[in-house]
């Protein structure tokens, strides 16, 4: 029966933050009349809500870029398949190639990108559209040479360093330790 769902009553405040404060105020009899401190959020978005600030940047990319993060990212992820190094470095030339070839068919050079990342998840704007990823679907946040690379559950997305200030990049590590995290709970 779905009529037996614990709801707060008079309150429009999380269950779980009623239930802290009746434990704090018999615990101490003391009356607590300031709010407390929410509970960090791990639901949809996975990233605590004391994650870092919002990223904002937009970018261009350039073939010899993004050749650069799909040939090291295909070198991890073929690494970890222990494989002869002959069938590797083969894999990883078709992988990158076939990578290239895509990028320069969907013509994404010519397309600038707008990227917003938050505590809600990645927001990527460009003339063709909007896509939306929820932090759910961010498996890792990988650091290359050139940049970063958000390996998503389908696809990923790269973000080069000169797109970044100081502030940002930190940003984005953090947003990395907090993913890393998430994936262990």
């Known amino acids: 029966m779905w009529f037996i769902h614990p709801k707060p ?99 994404r050079s010519r397309n600038t990108y707008e990227f917003t990342i938050d505590t809600h998840g990645i927001v990527r704007a460009s003339g063709s559209g909007v896509t939306l990823v929820p932090w759910g679907d961010v498996c890792s946040i990988r650091r290359y040479s050139r940049g970063f690379m958000m390996v998503l559950k389908r696809g990923t997305l790269p973000v080069p360093f000169r797109c970044l200030n100081a502030a940002q990049g930190e940003s984005m590590v953090r947003f990395g330790e907090s993913v890393r995290a998430a994936t262990r709970l």
């Open 9 to 107: 009553v008079g309150s429009r405040k999380p269950v779980a933050v009623l239930v802290q404060r009746e434990r704090l105020d018999s615990a101490s009899r003391v009356t607590i009349d300031a709010p407390l401190m929410p509970l960090p959020v791990l639901g949809p978005g996975l990233v605590p809500a004391s994650a870092p600030e919002t990223v904002q940047f937009s970018v261009r990319y350039t073939l010899p870029e993004y050749v650069s993060f799909m040939w090291q990212h295909a070198g991890y992820i073929i690494r970890r398949r222990r494989i002869g190094t002959l069938a590797t470095y083969w894999m990883q030339t078709k992988s990158t190639s076939s990578a290239a070839l895509h990028f320069v068919t969907q013509g």
